[in-house]
Nanobody, 123 residues
Framework: QVQLVESGGGLVQPGGSLRLSCAASGIIFSTYAMGWYRQAPGKQRERVAGISGGGTETYADAVMGRLTSSKDYAKNTLYLQMNSLKPEDTAVYYC?????????????????WGQGTQVTVSS
């Protein structure tokens, strides 16, 4: 049974930083593709970062250079380091896990999800 547990969200001022964590179990963490998505009120869920099964990192244009995703293979944990945060980064952030052969669309439709963690950027 796949289980993804996010943590690390909170309230931060514009320009501040947060690190989100996603502890994974029930998957072959070293080979699975992992992704970070976010959903702001009234908006669709969007993919912001991902690491393929082969370790290739990808980022949405809106977060490029400010958010960095990484995997700790010893801890089966995915991280999202968030720097230079903006009010428009406010959203619930979700972790996603999918077999490495899934496309991003398949991962979003058929992959496994965590419960989400709220990030609020406000002064």
């Amino acid at each position: 049974q796949v289980q993804l547990v996010e943590s690390g969200g909170g309230l931060v001022q514009p320009g501040g930083s947060l690190r989100l964590s996603c502890a994974a179990s029930g998957i072959i963490f070293s080979t699975y593709a992992m992704g970070w998505y976010r959903q702001a009120p009234g908006k669709q869920r969007e993919r912001v970062a991902g690491i393929s099964g082969g370790g290739t990192e990808t980022y949405a244009d809106a977060v490029m250079g400010r958010l960095t995703s990484s995997k700790d293979y010893a801890k089966n944990t995915l991280y999202l380091q968030m720097n230079s945060l903006k009010p428009e980064d406010t959203a619930v952030y979700y972790c996603n896990a999918a077999p490495p052969y899934y496309s991003n669309e398949e991962a979003a439709s058929f992959g496994s999800w965590g419960q989400g963690t709220q990030v609020t950027v406000s002064s």
